[in-house]
């Protein structure tokens, strides 16, 4: 060997594959101002579309006049529900199996639903002439509380599904009802109820908020008529599945459809389902015969579009005295707005709900969810949610505390206690799913270790010592919070989108100088995928990162897939890339075997390349593989090397992570100080630590607003009162904690490469944290559970409430 050999771990570093932490590729563009966003597709011609929206929750349209705003110089047309109706788009099928308006059809039911769409020559022209549309209302009574949806007496929202007792997803039991939903075994549930020696009851709510992605929802279409061809530019989490409903509800042939979604700027998804603007700027631009563009602006994403949770949890915990859990029983009244547009793969009307039982081992559970019609903004999966998991995971962490209140046990040891052991995995819940792998003792004793949990305590109890003798206005609170995610949707046998099973897929073709790419059929919002699939496949087959480019988000390159959110796609799409890799690495070998003059089986993989066993100096490269593969392959096969992976995942993933917070308040003002944030994560194997860690703070920084501010509010007439940044909290820098990340390592035994995904996570287990960090801080004063968001008002009023201040 010379000195310009290079050593093994030279050879390694050079690939920065899986475990490097590799900088960001996309970051070159994005922080230099030249990503190519929706916004900046700008076509020659191009019109302008702009909403006229609903003031009112619930009212009859009587009349709508354009013709002011047909005299709107620049304005050219004004879409109505009638004007759909000759195309018979004036309603749109939902993801969750309902039917939603494009444009009012009668009446509105929510605030700024969309009425009517003007298009014009630029946006100015537009925005004058929505001002001009007169629209007739005749106000009905709104219907805001979710409680009284179900009343005898409740007005009728959906006059569409008159006389309908039956929906997409069973029997209605009301004009107001969608559906119930319902899991586990009642009467054993029942049983261990009644022979329990402590129960308790409380209804803890999930509060209604939104993803509010910095980049508004937006697209741009342009029908070419000759061709006969309608390209569509969008801010789509899930291009191949817009692709499929155009196809379907446009009637037009699915080749002929283009479905293009560039750069995006945030998603959380808040971009997965289909909007009534892409469906008017889709029409806009068939009837005029030019592209058309619509973007939206803060309020009305932040008031019409998909918005988070809303879930309101009845929940009650059976244990013995000495604290072990013995049944679960929750019930859901779950508020989907004006129509059932939730985004879960279709037999999952509540999504993964059912992860409700944790990370603890429940014998026996029971579940049912009520969903219902109310006068809101329809959507319901968003928010690095993973379909309704983070309200699973808040439901049983803030359940936990609250029995280990009433047991007067520490809520980390009543975890210990409870926790599935690493020997039972994999694990059936009693809710029906098969958790893959978990080490949750390790993780929540690392977690404590470094936090000095014990001293925690100790500091608490000398506080509310002083508290009480009126030395200090401070309490302190310790929020613990163990979740468990579900994450990797999905298996084919029990996950689908309008029937398309949840597979991910990718495709790699390497070129004769040995570079490549690899094309995917999720979509990065700002994940950094182009970054970690390169290092699969770098670690896989030996190509440095560098070398593979990889693309994402147009219809006509990418392999059919399901797109990214419910942080499926390194469980999922990330499979996919490996065995696409491996395919590529079995025809490599065979090349190799040919060029060395061995058999196959005496070649062994070495980093970069095979060499031949026992013969270490006899190698071939990666590299000059893919030169061989173009010009000298063995007889009889074909020249090339590329491969092309769908992959059907056996199972989901389940990440899990213990998060600890330490908060003091201050009674007499409310104010809270966010001391401490330690988030140890468990996402299996790790692609890239430094992306996971900007994932994590990210999403911790998300569950921190969500739990101490953020709430899309209605007033009793249906007005939303946080509709703009002014009243919807955005932590910025200022606000925002000091975040600590740590990790172990649990790899999926079913995924080719040990990965769970990690997006959502933070999410997840963040808001738990936070909310049981103030209620615990308060729990000595003698509260049980006190609803989120924990503002500075709402923490002030509690200690109000409790006699802490005059
Ligand atoms: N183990 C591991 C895992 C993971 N990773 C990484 O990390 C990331 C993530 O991943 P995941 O978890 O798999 O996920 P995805 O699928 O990719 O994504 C999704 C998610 O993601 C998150 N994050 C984020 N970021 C950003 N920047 N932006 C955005 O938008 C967002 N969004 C959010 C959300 S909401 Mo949903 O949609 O609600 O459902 S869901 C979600 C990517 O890059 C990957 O590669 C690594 O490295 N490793
Ligand atoms: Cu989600």
Redesign the pocket.
């Known amino acids: 060997m010379n000195d310009m050999t290079p050593t093994r771990e030279q050879r390694e570093a050079k690939l920065e594959g899986m475990g490097c932490k590799r900088k960001r590729v996309e970051d070159i563009r994005f922080t230099q101002g030249k990503g190519n966003y929706v916004d900046d597709v700008k076509l020659p011609g191009m019109l302008h579309g702009d909403f006229v929206r609903s003031p009112h929750a619930h009212a009859r349209v009587k009349k709508i006049d354009d013709t002011e705003a047909l005299k709107v110089p620049g304005v050219l047309a004004v879409i109505t529900a009638e004007t759909l109706k000759t195309v018979n788009l004036a309603w749109m099928p939902t993801l969750a199996g309902d039917v939603q308006m494009v444009l009012a059809d009668g009446k509105v039911l929510f605030q700024n639903q969309e009425v009517a769409f003007v298009v014009a020559t630029d946006r100015y022209a537009a925005d004058d002439g929505i001002n001009k549309v007169v629209v007739e209302y005749e106000p009905l009574p709104p219907l805001i509380d979710p409680f009284k949806a179900m009343d005898k007496d409740a007005p009728v929202l959906r006059e569409d599904l008159a006389g309908k007792t039956t929906g997409a997803h069973g029997p209605r039991k009301h004009h107001n009802h969608i559906f119930e939903w319902t899991v586990g075994d009642k009467d054993l549930t029942d049983a261990a109820f009644r022979k329990a020696e402590v129960t308790f009851k409380e209804m803890i709510s999930y509060h209604r908020t939104h993803?509010s992605?910095l980049e508004t929802c937006q697209c741009v279409c342009s029908f070419d008529k000759i061709r006969g061809e309608l390209t569509i530019w969008g801010t789509f989490?899930a291009p191949h599945v817009i692709r499929t409903v155009v196809a379907l509800i446009a009637k037009l042939p699915e080749q002929k459809i283009h479905v293009i979604s560039p750069d995006i700027g945030?998603?959380?998804?808040n971009k997965?389902g289909a909007y009534p603007g892409y469906i008017c700027a889709a029409v806009a631009s068939i009837v005029t015969g030019k592209p058309v563009k619509w973007v939206e602006d803060r309020i009305e994403n932040l008031t019409a579009t998909s918005f988070a949770r809303d879930y309101h949890m009845t929940t009650e915990i059976a244990s013995t005295k000495e604290g072990k859990v013995t049944g679960l029983r929750v019930h859901v009244l779950a508020d989907h707005g004006a129509f059932d547009a939730c985004a879960d793969p279709s037999k999952w009307p509540a999504g993964f709900f059912n992860i409700v039982t944790g990370s603890y081992d429940f014998p026996t559970a029971h579940l049912s969810v009520d969903g219902i019609y109310t006068n809101k903004a329809p959507g319901g999966?968003?928010?690095?949610?993973?379909f309704r998991v983070t309200e699973a995971a808040y439901c049983i962490e803030r359940a936990m505390d609250i029995l280990a209140q009433k047991l007067g046990m520490d809520p980390a040891e009543l975890r210990l206690k409870n926790f599935i052991k690493p020997e039972q995995f994999p694990y059936h819940s009693a809710l029906g799913w098969e958790y893959d792998s978990g080490d949750y003792a390790t993780a929540m004793k690392k977690a404590m270790e470094t936090v000095k949990y014990s001293e925690l305590r100790k500091e608490q109890s000398a506080l509310r010592e002083a508290f009480k003798r009126g030395e200090t206005r401070e309490i302190m609170g310790v929020g613990v919070s163990f979740f468990t995610e579900i994450?990797g949707a999905g298996p084919s046998k029990n996950c689908d989108i309008l029937g398309i099973a949840m597979f991910d897929s990718c495709e790699i073709r390497l070129h004769p100088t040995g570079a490549g790419i690899a094309r995917v059929g999720?979509k990065?919002?700002?994940?950094?995928?182009e970054?970690?699939w390169a290092q699969i496949i770098a670690t896989e087959i030996g190509i440095p990162a560098d070398d593979i480019m990889v693309e994402e988000g147009n219809t006509d390159t990418a392999p059919y897939g399901l797109g990214?959110?419910?942080?499926?796609?390194?469980?999922v799409a990330?499979a996919a890339i490996a065995m696409a890799a491996r395919k590529i690495k079995a025809k490599a070998q065979m090349i190799a075997a040919y060029k060395l003059e061995v058999h196959e089986d005496d070649l062994e993989w070495d980093i970069d390349g095979f060499r031949v066993k026992g013969l270490p100096e006899k190698t071939m490269s990666m590299k000059d593989i893919c030169w061989a593969a173009y010009n000298s392959v063995p007889p009889g096969m074909e020249p090339g090397l590329e491969a092309v992976s769908y992959y059907d995942p056996p199972n989901m993933t389940y990440p899990f992570g213990a998060y600890i917070c330490v908060m003091n308040i201050d009674v007499d003002t409310g104010v809270y100080k966010v001391r401490r944030f330690y988030a140890l994560d468990d996402?299996?194997?790790?692609?890239?630590p430094m992306?996971?860690e900007g994932?994590v703070h990210?999403?911790l920084t998300e569950a921190f607003a969500i739990a101490m501010g953020q709430e899309i509010r209605y007033d009793a007439d249906g007005n939303v009162v946080t509709g703009s940044f002014m009243d919807f909290f955005m932590p910025t820098a200022v606000e925002t904690p000091h975040w600590e990340t740590d990790f172990t390592v649990t790899p999926s035994p079913h995924h080719p490469i040990g990965?769970?995904?990690?997006?959502?996570s933070p999410n997840v287990g963040g808001v738990p944290a936070f909310s049981n960090a103030v209620n615990d801080a308060f729990s000595f004063l003698g509260s049980t559970h006190i609803q989120m968001p924990h503002d500075y008002w709402r923490n002030w009023k509690a200690a109000k409430d409790l006699g802490a201040v005059a």
């Open positions: 993803p992605p989490q945030g998603g959380f998804g997965v999966v968003a928010y690095r949610c993973s994450v999720s990065s919002q700002g994940q950094g995928h970054t970690t990214t959110y419910g942080s499926r796609s390194t469980p990330g996402c299996g194997t790790r692609i890239n992306i996971i994932q990210g999403g990965a769970k995904g990690v997006g959502e």
